[in-house]
Structures are given as structure tokens and as C-alpha cells.
């Protein structure tokens, strides 16, 4: 199976980069910056679970790629994806199943426009990790989880044989048969981690120590009904989760957009934030939505950003 990753960032670097160390068909679709310091440095993960030194990865330009690929495994930021897609487009046959794992549900209807719904598949990940300053991919906690499933019908012989390239890697892979529903939970939950932790620009036991717990799992409940109202209400064990982690007393976690503010980076506001209250637009109560103030607030900041 030949794989093409678009993306060698924390999150492609990491699943392609254990994808590749495990002897699989893997190419790197990045720009000339970054492939010039993988040819330099290699690709080199830091982790808790196994570390990587992968020397010379293959790579390719965007201008270079002219033959399809079994698999496009699409890791892009959100507010790259128009960008993503023209570069990878080429890499699309007949036969190539697209794997996107970008956070939220717009980008679905973004790829089936572009390539039809029986190429897209559904898929979430689950993992933190960043770039450091030197390129290299550090995993940031002990989970690092790729879940994925043809959308609205069982496993297949198109997901068992990805299911297959993945079973040696170093990261825990699953083939799921309601993988829209698993993405929606994902969503539920990064949105009100995101939205909290970006509104209080302060980690989860900072809100909590705060007294601010009961805003957090207002945000979650706000983005729970949305889902329901979308079909896809999520189950009691994810929700207890979510509530969990966003109550921990003590706890370090925030959401990547979170520590993107803070850097002054580009953010997905749009994508997990807007998306979501969009969808609820019509059920929200706009004069008390925790919600519309953390789109809200985001949206300010990278108004911010970009009068910079």
C-alpha cells in the first residue's frame, strides 16, 4: 500500500513517521522548507512510548506529484485544507481512500465536493503532540490512538487493508463502524476544552481552582445539545469523560488552540468553534451562550492577529 502523508507536522510526522518506521510505503507531501530540513536532520519523534531517528523520509513537492496513492493520510491545520487539497489532488486515482484528521465535521463536505463522499473516509485522532524548534516531533502524553471507518456503513475490504498497514505500528489503530459519531464526541469535547481554556487563557485546574468548572461543563452541555440536534448525540461513558477531564482538579491540559494563542499562532476558530455554533444557531440562547463568547473571543484575537 503506497501512502501518501500530507503533512509532516506533529501530527502527520508522528502517524507517518510510525507508519514508516514500521517498513511501510510512506511519502511525505510537504513544502521545500520543511523538506529540506528532513533531508538535513531526519524525522525524529520523542516519546514516551518509542523514540524515532528516521533518516532521509521521502518526500515530495507538490509540483512533483503526478501518480495516485492507495491512501492520502490528510493531517493538515484547518486553515490550510483548501491549500492541502490542491497540492494532493494529483495523488487521487480511482481507487485512492482519502483519511482526513482534522478536528470538527466541515471538512467532510469539503472533501466529498472535491473527490466524492466513497473516496472520504471518517477518522479522529487522538494524541498531543507539537514541533519543537528544531523539527522534531514530541509527543506530549501517553496516548496516541487513530481511529477510522467508511461513513454510514460496516467495515470493508478497502478499511481492513489500511487496518492491516497499521497494525505494526508503534500507535494504537482501530477500524470503527460508527466513526461519525466517535468524530462528534471528539468534536463535543474540543470545543468546550477550547472554547474554555481559550476564554480563561489558563489550563483546566487553573479554571477549577478559579471556581469555574460549572462555566466549563455549561460550554460542554451547549455543544452536546447541538450534536443531539444533529443526529448524534453523544453516549454517557464519552460524556462522563469529557466531564472528567474538563473538572480535574490539579490538571495541565488545555487545547492546542489554546497554546496556539498564546504563541501568537494561526488558530482553527472557525473550524471547532464557529462550525459548531453555526449548527446550533438556531437553539441557542444568544444572550447566555458560553459558546457564541468563546467564538467570539477567538474570532477577536485573530482579527488581532491579523492586523498585526
Known amino acids: ?31 521545500a522548507k520543511r523538506a529540506a530540513q528532513l533531508a538535513q536532520t531526519g524525522l525524529v519523534i520523542k516519546s514516551r512510548l ?27 491545520k484547518a486553515y490550510d485544507l483548501e491549500a492541502a487539497i490542491n497540492s494532493f489532488a494529483p495523488a487521487v486515482g480511482p481507487q485512492t481512500a482519502i483519511l482526513p484528521l482534522l478536528n470538527g465535521m466541515r471538512h467532510l463536505d469539503v472533501l ?55 497494525q505494526a505500528a508503534n500507535f494504537a489503530s482501530r477500524v470503527s463502524d460508527d466513526v461519525v459519531l466517535e468524530m462528534w464526541e471528539k468534536w463535543v469535547f474540543l470545543a468546550a476544552l477550547a472554547g474554555i481554556t481559550c476564554l480563561m487563557r489558563a489550563s483546566v485546574g487553573d479554571i477549577v481552582a478559579a471556581g469555574g468548572a460549572p462555566l466549563a461543563l455549561a460550554l460542554l452541555e451547549e455543544c452536546r445539545a447541538v450534536a443531539a440536534s444533529a443526529g448524534y448525540a453523544p ?65 477577536a484575537y485573530e482579527a488581532r492577529l491579523g492586523n498585526l
Do not use: W
Not at 503533512?7 to 513544502?31: C, M, Q, W
Not at 518526500?59 to 493538515?76: G, I, K, M, N, R
Not at 482538579?249 to 488558530?267: H, K, N, P, Q, V
Not at 471547532?272 to 444568544?286: A, H, Q
Open 1 to 31: 500500500m503506497r501512502i501518501l502523508v500530507v503533512g509532516a507536522g506533529a501530527i502527520g510526522g508522528y502517524f507517518g513517521g510510525r507508519l514508516l518506521e514500521a517498513g511501510r510505503d510512506v511519502t511525505f507531501l510537504v513544502r
Open 50 to 76: 518509542g523514540e524515532a531517528a528516521l533518516n532521509a523520509p521521502p518526500t515530495v513537492l507538490a509540483d512533483d506529484l503526478h501518480a495516485p496513492y492507495d491512501l492520502v493520510l490528510l493531517s493538515c
Open 112 to 166: 466529498d465536493r472535491r473527490f466524492g463522499a466513497h473516496r472520504v473516509l471518517g477518522g479522529e485522532c487522538v494524541i498531543a503532540a507539537t514541533l519543537d524548534d528544531a523539527g522534531r516531533v514530541v509527543h506530549l502524553n501517553d496516548t496516541h490512538l487513530l481511529a477510522f471507518g467508511d461513513r454510514g456503513s460496516p467495515a470493508s475490504s478497502r478499511t481492513d487493508a489500511i487496518a492491516a498497514a497499521m
Open 235 to 299: 453516549r454517557a461513558a464519552a460524556l462522563e469523560q469529557a466531564r472528567a477531564n474538563l473538572t480535574a482538579a490539579g490538571s495541565t491540559l488545555t487545547a492546542s488552540m489554546a497554546r496556539d494563542i498564546e504563541r501568537g499562532a494561526r488558530i482553527e476558530a472557525d473550524h471547532v468553534l464557529g462550525d459548531m455554533f453555526r449548527r446550533g444557531s438556531g437553539m441557542i440562547d444568544m444572550d447566555r451562550s458560553i459558546l457564541r463568547l468563546a467564538y467570539t473571543h477567538a474570532k
